[in-house]
């Protein structure tokens, strides 16, 4: 058997002059236009390709991929992108590289079947001046939905101003008064228990708001009277600072009563003492 010495360049020549013409039998349905179908450059290349020695072999070098939307529905598909090198070997065991790339959508798992398709097709193309195509990428063209217009941002409305509040005067004064009375240690008390409120300016409260603060203000009042009647009770009792510090401190309503009752009841006995004493003379 005499070796085949011709190179790959040869064997292609060959090939082509034996592929002859492929009719367009393939009506693209979306566009109307007509093509010629992977079924029939397929029957028309491999008989020629195999007679001539020519080895086909498809190496893969980039694959990109996209989820796009198609037609006014905006059906979502899937677009595959694949870069591929298509090798013809020769009888002489030399070869020439076709590099092409095919793009194909589907709507389910087969947009790399017809990227490589599409690919193979345009190797074809360029090797032999004819198209192929598996489920021939001509057949349907999918229409890219236009891109989303960006939705347009609505003017928020001004906020409406909240008429101004003021507090009847009357009663600012009649507050400001039992404020004024507080000590240090109580103001203080005040301060944070109004901020934890979460009341305004005393010059502006609403009716609701002014219902609270005096109430607010009485208590830290009250706070502070049972207090200095606690201390009163100490200094008559003997108790120590230490217990009705602790008392006052805990907010022992008992203990602080107890002094407040004690104070009074001392108070009392002086006075009748005195009373004693002017009738003596």
């Known amino acids: ?138 057949q349907a063209t999918p229409e890219r939905a236009p891109a989303q217009q960006p939705a347009r941002r609505r003017r928020a409305k001004p906020a409406e101003e909240e008429p101004v509040v003021e507090t009847p005067p009357a009663r600012v004064a009649a507050m400001r008064e039992r404020i004024e009375a507080l000590d240090s240690d109580h103001e203080a008390l005040l301060r944070q228990e109004w901020k934890d409120a979460g009341l305004p300016g005393i010059d502006h409260l609403a009716p609701d708001a002014l219902e609270r603060a005096e109430a607010l203000i009485g208590s830290v009042v009250e706070y502070q009277a049972g207090a200095q009647a606690a201390v009163v009770a100490r200094e008559a009792q003997g108790i120590s600072e230490h217990d009705i510090a602790a008392a006052i401190g805990s907010g022992n309503e008992h203990a602080v009563a107890a002094g407040m009752a004690a104070a009074t009841e001392q108070e009392q006995e002086r006075t009748e003492a005195a009373a004693q004493d002017r009738e003596g003379e």
């Open 1 to 138: 058997m005499t070796e085949d010495k011709r190179t790959v360049q040869e064997a292609m020549v060959q090939a082509a002059q034996a592929v002859g013409a492929v009719a367009k039998n393939l009506r693209n349905k979306e566009s109307g236009y007509s093509a010629r179908s992977i079924d029939d450059v397929l029957n028309a290349v491999h008989a020629p390709l195999t007679e001539a020695g020519l080895v086909l072999v498809p190496h893969v070098i980039a694959a990109e991929y996209a989820t796009v939307e198609v037609g006014t529905k905006r059906t979502p598909m899937r677009e595959a992108t694949l870069r591929v090198r298509y090798r013809f070997i020769g009888p002489a065991g030399d070869h020439l590289d076709v590099v092409t790339v095919g793009e194909a959508l589907d709507s389910a798992d087969k947009a790399t079947n017809k990227a490589l398709s599409a690919a193979l097709k345009m190797a074809l193309i360029q090797a032999f001046t004819i198209p192929i195509a598996g489920e021939d990428a001509d």
